[in-house]
């Protein structure tokens, strides 16, 4: 898993997704004229390859705010994996609940420049 995501951040690092041409558009965007919540990723992405957290902000706040997140979870389920021990923990119902509705309220809020015109890629 890190050497494929670390291939990716390459990948995306490397070439320059504020150029037309070099990435696919977001089917979700293409299809509907809306923002999905993952839209604006690779160009943060590309920002936080380059150091750029601002730019990376700007296009994708959502994704500052979980990168952490993935982060622990990922060092948690690889320390479960080499030690063998089995997972003592589940989210609650309640977390589950949280981020579906930050997901959606974040979706809502890129779409509607009234809301938060700043969440918009």
Same mark, same amino acid.
């Given at each position: 898993? #890190?050497?494929?995501? @670390?291939? #990716?951040?390459?990948?995306?690092?490397? @070439?320059?997704?504020?150029?037309?041409g070099?990435?696919?558009?977001? /089917?979700? =965007?293409? +299809?509907?004229?809306?923002?999905?919540?993952?839209?604006?990723?690779l160009? #943060?992405?590309? @920002?936080?390859?380059? +150091?750029? =957290?601002?730019?990376? &902000?700007?296009?994708?706040? +959502?994704?500052?705010?979980?990168?952490?997140?993935?982060?622990?979870?990922?060092?948690a &389920?690889?320390?479960?994996? &080499?030690?063998?021990? /089995?997972?003592?923990?589940?989210a609650?119902?309640?977390?589950?609940?949280?981020? =579906? $509705?930050? +997901?959606?309220?974040?979706? $809502?809020?890129?779409? $509607? /420049?009234? =809301?938060? *015109? &700043?969440?918009? *890629?």
């Amino acid at each position: 898993m #890190a050497a494929a995501a @670390s291939a #990716a951040a390459i990948v995306v690092g490397a @070439s320059n997704p504020y150029e037309p041409g070099h990435f696919p558009t977001c /089917p979700v =965007l293409a +299809l509907t004229g809306f923002f999905c919540t993952g839209c604006g990723t690779l160009r #943060a992405v590309h @920002s936080l390859v380059h +150091l750029d =957290l601002a730019g990376a &902000w700007d296009m994708n706040p +959502l994704l500052l705010l979980l990168a952490p997140f993935a982060v622990a979870t990922w060092v948690a &389920w690889t320390v479960r994996a &080499w030690t063998g021990r /089995p997972r003592r923990w589940a989210a609650p119902p309640w977390a589950l609940t949280t981020v =579906l $509705v930050v +997901l959606v309220a974040f979706t $809502v809020g890129r779409n $509607v /420049p009234a =809301l938060a *015109p &700043w969440l918009a *890629p």
